[in-house]
């Protein structure tokens, strides 16, 4: 079974940036699909980034594109998140996620919670204006 821990998260103003980590363990060849995904209260869990575990892809939501990066170090089994440009917005819970099913590869699937199947504990985001 996949275990994710996530750190990094904190209070940040608008227009700043923070790296969040996930530590991995437990991920194998059955593993399609890492994510990242946040919650803000009262919303639903929504996928901010998506990396393919075979191949590298990646691919983000039009809200967070062009300001948040996702990226691993396997060497450390790590998982990041690079967010730039923060916005109040970007307030939420983010988690980790780990998905052993093959439709977290789809576009229909990728950003739906339902697909992953391993998640993490969580970590804050404020962003503050």
């Known amino acids: 079974q996949v275990q994710l821990v996530e750190s990094g998260g904190g209070s940040v103003q608008a227009g700043g940036s923070l790296r969040l980590s996930c530590v991995a363990s437990g991920v194998t060849a059955s593993t399609y699909c890492m994510a990242w995904f946040r919650q803000a209260p009262g919303k639903e869990r929504e996928g901010v980034a998506m990396?393919?575990?075979?191949?590298?892809?990646?691919d983000y939501p039009d809200s967070v594109k062009g300001r948040f990066t996702i990226s691993r170090d396997n060497a450390k089994n790590t998982l990041y998140l690079q967010m730039n440009s923060l916005e109040p917005e970007d307030t939420a819970m983010y988690y980790c996620a780990a998905a052993a099913n093959y439709q977290c590869t789809t576009y229909a699937a990728r950003w739906r919670a339902w697909a992953y199947n391993d998640w993490g504990q969580g970590t804050q985001v404020t962003v503050s204006s």
């Open positions: 990396l393919h575990a075979h191949n590298g892809y990646t």
